[in-house]
């Protein structure tokens, strides 16, 4: 059974950090694309990065180009976001998603498991 547990969520400052961790099992992993989506209250969910099977191609969405960072390391089956300068509008439940082989996808139907979600508060 597959599985993605979230982790690393919090309250943070406007301009603050914060390091996700999404922990897989169930599954090779490195045969998958892997991806974070977000979603605010009473908005839809939306594509923050993915990365591909091994890692080296990533793909963000505007709104975090340049302020957070998609990895994963193969051998603990991790994925992880690094938010650096987080804003406010940045607030919101942070899912990672496994799914299509070789590349990811800014679509959430690409995607066939998913986390229960970690919950990321940017204060102002």
């Known amino acids: 059974q597959v599985q993605l547990v979230e982790s690393g969520g919090g309250l943070v400052q406007a301009g603050g950090s914060l390091r996700l961790s999404c922990q897989a099992s169930?599954?090779?992993?490195?045969?998958?694309?892997m991806a974070w989506f977000r979603q605010a209250p009473g908005k839809e969910r939306e594509f923050v990065a993915t990365a591909s099977s091994s890692g080296d191609s990533t793909y963000y969405a505007d709104t975090v180009k340049g302020r957070f960072t998609i990895s994963r390391d193969s051998a603990k089956n991790t994925l992880y976001l690094q938010m650096n300068s987080l804003k406010p509008e940045d607030t919101a439940v942070y899912y990672c998603a496994t799914g299509p082989r070789g590349y990811g996808s800014s679509r959430p139907t690409s995607y066939d498991y998913w986390g229960q979600g970690t919950r990321v508060t940017v204060s102002s």
């Open positions: 169930g599954r090779t992993f490195s045969s998958y694309a």
